[in-house]
Structure formats: C-alpha cells, structure tokens
C-alpha cells in the first residue's frame, strides 16, 4: 500500500507490531519523502506521531535515497550497548525511509552459548574490524581493535574459509585454532577459535593410544604363536572329535580338556549343551508319553461317554415302543389313557437327556456367556419352593426355605438352574426326612446351601459326582441321566462360584455354592422370572417352515396352525419362494432346520428369502446337530439355535421372541429352562 494513504494510527499499530516480532530493534521511525519524520516508536521512549522534524541532512537519510539500504556503524549506547542503525527506503516513488536503532546484545546472547569443545568460543567483528560481539562482555565494551590479528587480517583478505583454520594468537595472546566466516551484506566476520592444545589433545591421545596398541599387538602375536604351537592343536582336535560324537547321537558323551583356558571352557559349554539336550530328550518323551495316556483317557471317556448316552436313549425309546404296541391292543379307554401318560413320561425323559447333552455341548463350546446382574435371593428360593413343593409333598419330605435379605451379584437364571437341579437331586435321592434351602455370609461371599437327609455320599466318591452320566445309588428308583451335577460343576466353573461337597454314607448330604454378596439394591419387577404361563396371541402370523425331513414338516405345520399361523412348509429356499408367491405378502418369520438336502444350510436359505422380499425378515434355526460347531457357526451369523426335539413351549416362546417382543418370550424360555432341567444323578446334597 502506498505510504501517504496510510493513516498515521495505522501505521504506528504496525511499528509496534514489528517492535513485537523483532525483539532487537529498540526504536523506529519513519520519514517521508521530503524528509520530516512522521512517526516514531521506541522501547525505551515515549511514541511521537506527526512530530515533523527535519532529517533530510542526515547523512544516513540522505544517502538512503541513493542506495535504498544503509547499514550505519556501530556505536556505543552509553558505554554500555553495542548499536547499529538501519535505513531502508522505499523502491516506490511515494514510499518514505525507515529508520530503525538495533540492539546488537541479541548477537552477544548468540555468540556466547556456541561452545567449541571445553574452552573455544566464538565472536562477532564488524567492518571497523572492531569486536562488537564476543562471550567476554567487556572486551566488547572497551572497543577491542582486532586488525592485528592474523584470523582477522585472512578473513580480509578473501581467502576462502574452509581453506583457513589457522594457527593464530586471540586478543589475549593464546595460542588458537581459528576459523571464520563472512557475513557479506554488513561486511562483518564470524570468527571461532579453539585453544590449540585442546584441539590437538585427541590427535596426540590417539597417537599414544595407538602406538601403545600396535606395541602390545606385536608382543602377544609373538607370545600367541609359540603357546598356539604348544596348546592350541591337541584341544582343538579333541573338540572336533567330541563335537562330532555329540552330533551324530551320543548325547552321553563328555569331552574332557584340561588346558585351563578358554578351550576348556568351551568343552565344558559342549558337554552342558549334550547334557541339556539329553535331558530335553527324555523330558520329550515323557511327555509324548504323558500326552499318549491323556489321549487315550479321553477316548475312553468319550466312549463311555456315548455308550451312557446311547443307553439312557434307548431306555426310554425302549418303553416307548413297548408302550405303543401295548396302545394298538387295548381297547379299554381308561388304559389307553395310562398308556398314553407312560409314552408322554418316556418322551419326557428323552427331552430331559437332550436338553443335558445340549447344556454340556454349549458349555464345552464356550458359546453361553453369562449376564451378571444384582439381585435379592429371597425370590430366588420362592421359584425354587414353587417347584418342588408338591413332588416333595407326594414323598411325604418337608421343604424348608430359610428366609434371606441378601442381594449377590451372579446371572440369576444360571443361578437358578444351579438350584434347581440341586433341589431336585435331593428330592429324588432323600426317602424320609427333608430338605433345607438357605444361605450363609463367610468372608465376602454368600453360600447358597441345600441340605438333605438323604442316603449320603461316600467320601471317596466326592469328586466322582461331578462327572457325566456318573451314578453312585442303586435304589430302584429313577435314577436320572447322570448329567446334572457335571452341568452343576461346568455352571459354577463358568461363573467363577465355588461349590463344596459335604456328605457321608447315611447322614445326608450339603452343597454349597459361594456368590458373591453385595450391598441390597432397589427392588425391581421380577415376573421375567417368577413363573407362570404366557399366552400370545399368534394369529394371522405367516411363517415359513424350511426342513427336508417330511414328518417335521407336517407337525410343524400342524402346531403352528393351532395357534393360528398361517403356514408355507417348504423343503428348500427354492420351494419356498414359489409357495410365497401365492400369499403375495413377505413372510413375518422364518424357521429353517441348519442342515438340508444338497448340503444347503438353513443359514444359505435364509439369506436367499431375505434377499428376495429386501427386507431383514426375523429367523431362527433348528437342528438335530449338537455339535459345538453348529452352534458356532449359528452365533457368527447372528442366529438363535434350538435343537431337535424342541418342546412345544420353547418353540412358542421363540416365537413370541421375534413376533410379540423379547422380553415376554425370555420368561418362557426361563420357565421351559426350569421345567424340563436335569435333575443332578447320584444321591443328593
């Protein structure tokens, strides 16, 4: 911009600016053309705008409007601080001249924090071939000349600088290294100077070092080669020899070397490495070994593991056709009543072994993760008398809830299911007496006991309990799958709650489970898990069934139907798609078995019908797999997983889950869960 359309408050608001960002220029003015000052700002003074005094006769002014760029001497401030003033005039005809005072001390603080090596320096002369920056401070105040000196008198000569590190004398005679360098515009020179001997010390000490080396270099090659003749040879032969045998297998070799130097100690590292590999190998096949019997333990005990399961299968599956060709020859109604209540018995107890192996499959696939929750444990107990109440009234026991304020923190439905199946292994192995269900603080943690009059367990059957498909009473009674207190055992070791065993043959049994126990909380409903039937209403509902086994598909559609679904049964994704075309509407639910014909899965079908109606339709699976891969498989691609045989309630409750809302089918699933969980086998705690 033009200096005269500048307003003179602008223009001061600048030179404070510029007073701001250079710390070094002490006071500024500007001047115009006709050479009367207009503004002037300084540190050290007050601001003065449109004073108008003449500086044209100036003779840095006057020689500014010539060559734009002056660099005035330097000159001492009181004696105290070395300056320079700097003109610069501006290239445009209107432009003015800026005048500015610069504090060369800022050179100072530069110059006297370069150090070279411990006692070399660095200093500042000007044209005037004067010191105007240097770490002694008075040398500078005292005006030293340094025209004399050889470093000053080279750098003006022009002499390159990288070709002049001399040996000279310093303004106090010393003898230095110098180098310089040239600041062109001002004519000043950068001068460095380091004490010769300083300089030179690491060349001398290098020297000596050096020839202290090569001298006793040359003393041990001599010694070296008449005790290399004398001791080398031998012990490197028996090295090799014993290298080699160690090498090719005989680990129990030892090489024996007595030199008493290094050779002996490597023999001693060649027989401490046979020895550790030696010791590795046998160490190996212990645990070949060990890991050998582990395998063949785990074989045996999934074959007992399937030959349990296969016999408590074919128990019930036994007395079912028994039962069924009992059926078709009676004819009196009053029998063909019992008959038909033995069948839904034996069916009953067939869900009761799959819901089990289904538990053990789950948790064997770390797919069921636990909800942790505060909760009070009163209500807890009350589910758990409602269960039991009647079946240990029909055995003439007395049931016994000890009442509890106490809150822990746990997953309330696995917890439940802990209880119950320790509630009901009591009832089922106590013939006369009672059962007691309460709680104890010890130490931080609740213990959530129950207590029984039962036959007892011996003691070295304890740990023996906890195992699948394991019983240890013979009474003629039911004796259950021997699965539910290995799901007792896998639930706590799941949830981190300790459980304890205490029992005697005859004098009744005690499991404990410790929880931990937390401060009481504000009540909340709890009808989730209270119990009780519910009831939504289905009608209306088109859900499409997708299995390729045709018995599943007709009872499917037929219970579907009597809640008053509507039904397209389909034994593939193609099936069904053209069966949807007749609706003409997007199906509300869809329920595929996991594995079809072809080798399609249920999770393939789904996608395709999503895929066909754009629209996110809600799903489950069905399967007869309990594999821990299935269930895998269906939790990575976001499924709900039941398996076959599904219980008319739990499908309805799944159902309810994904046509009415979660919460309402949650406790049906919960009452399902509680209805039809594995009594523990064994006499009871």
């Known amino acids: ?130 010191l105007i920056a240097h770490p002694d401070i008075s040398l500078v105040l005292q005006n030293t000349d340094t025209s004399a000196l050889p470093q000053v008198l080279a750098a003006r000569s022009g002499a390159d600088p990288l070709l002049q590190n001399t040996i000279a004398r310093d303004v106090q005679g010393r003898e230095v290294l110098a180098a310089h360098a040239v600041i062109a515009p001002l004519g000043w020179i950068v001068l460095v100077e380091r004490p010769a001997e300083e300089a030179f010390a690491p060349v001398y000490a290098s020297l000596l070092a050096t020839g202290v080396v090569l001298l006793g270099a040359l003393m041990l090659s001599i010694v070296a080669s008449f005790m290399l003749v004398r001791k080398l040879v031998n012990p490197l032969h028996v ?41 590795s190998h046998a160490t190996l096949e212990r645990k070949v070994e060990e890991r050998t019997h582990q395998l063949e333990l785990a074989n045996l005990a999934k074959s007992r593991f399937l030959a349990a399961a296969s016999h408590d299968l074919r128990q019930p599956l036994h007395a079912m056709n028994l039962f069924i060709g009992e059926l078709r020859a009676t004819k009196s109604q009053g029998e063909r009543d019992r008959i038909t209540g033995r069948i839904d018995a034996a069916v009953t107890a067939m869900n009761r072994l799959f819901n089990a192996l289904l538990d053990i499959s789950k948790l064997d696939a770390g797919v069921l993760a636990p909800n942790l929750s505060d909760f009070a444990v009163e209500p807890l107990f009350r589910r758990v008398e ?35 199946n320790l ?126 086994d045709t018995l599943v598909l007709d009872g499917m559609r037929g219970l579907l139907q009597s809640w008053g679904c509507r039904v397209v049964s389909a034994r593939s994704d193609g099936e069904a798609v053209d069966r949807l075309a007749e609706h003409d509407a997007s199906p509300d639910l869809i329920v595929s078995d996991f594995r079809l014909q072809n080798d399609h899965t249920g999770i393939a079908a789904i996608a395709r019908l999503r895929a066909h109606f754009g629209s996110d339709i809600p799903a489950f699976l069905i399967s007869g797999d309990i594999s821990p891969d299935r269930l895998r498989d269906a939790k990575a691609n976001g499924y709900h997983l039941l398996h076959k045989p599904v219980a008319p309630m739990a499908l309805r409750a799944m159902l309810n889950q994904f046509l009415k809302g979660r919460h309402s089918a949650e406790a049906e699933l919960a009452m399902h869960h509680r209805g039809a969980t594995e009594p523990a086998s064994g006499p009871s705690p």
């Open 423 to 548: 509630v009901s292994n009591a009832v089922r192995y106590t013939p006369h007496g009672g059962i007691v269900v309460g709680c104890r603080r010890s130490e931080g943690v609740l213990r959530l006991e129950v207590w029984d009059s039962g036959i007892g367990i011996a003691q070295d059957q304890h740990r023996n309990v906890f195992n699948e498909f394991y019983q240890v009473a013979e009474t003629g009674s039911d004796q259950g799958l021997g699965l539910g207190l290995a799901i007792v055992a896998r639930l706590c070791a799941l949830l981190d709650h300790p459980i304890a065993l205490t029992s005697a043959v005859g004098g009744g049994s005690r499991f404990s489970v410790s929880v931990p126990v937390v401060a009481p909380g504000r009540d909340r409903d709890d009808t989730t898990l209270a119990g009780g039937g519910i009831v939504r209403p289905l009608t209306g509902r088109l859900v499409v069934v997708i299995d390729d």
């Open 386 to 420: 409602a269960a039991f109440a009647n079946a240990a009234h029909d055995k003439g026991l007395r049931l016994r809830i000890v009442p509890t304020a106490a809150w822990i923190r746990s997953d309330a439905i696995l917890i439940e299911r802990i209880l119950l």
């Open 239 to 279: 090295l090799h020899r014993g290298a080699a045998r160690i090498g090719a297998g005989a680990l129990d070799h030892r090489i024996s070397i007595e030199s008493r130097d290094e050779l002996e100690a490597l023999g001693g590292q060649f027989n401490r490495m046979a020895a550790q590999l030696q010791e």
């Open 1 to 130: 911009m033009p200096y005269a359309t500048l307003a003179p408050e602008a223009r001061r608001i600048d030179a404070l600016r510029l007073l701001r960002q250079v710390p070094a220029i002490t006071e500024l003015a500007m001047v115009d053309l006709s050479g009367r000052e207009q503004l002037r700002v300084s540190r050290l003074a007050l601001d003065v705008i449109g004073s108008g005094i003449d500086r044209s006769t100036e003779p840095l002014v006057l020689e500014a409007k010539e060559r734009q760029v002056i660099y005035g001497p330097v000159y001492l401030l009181q004696e105290s601080e070395p300056y320079m003033t700097l003109v610069l005039a501006g290239q445009r005809h209107d432009a003015g001249i800026v005048i500015a005072k610069v504090n060369l001390k800022f050179i100072w603080d530069v110059v006297s924090r370069i150090k070279v090596g411990e006692k070399g320096h660095a200093y500042v002369v000007n044209a005037e071939r004067r």
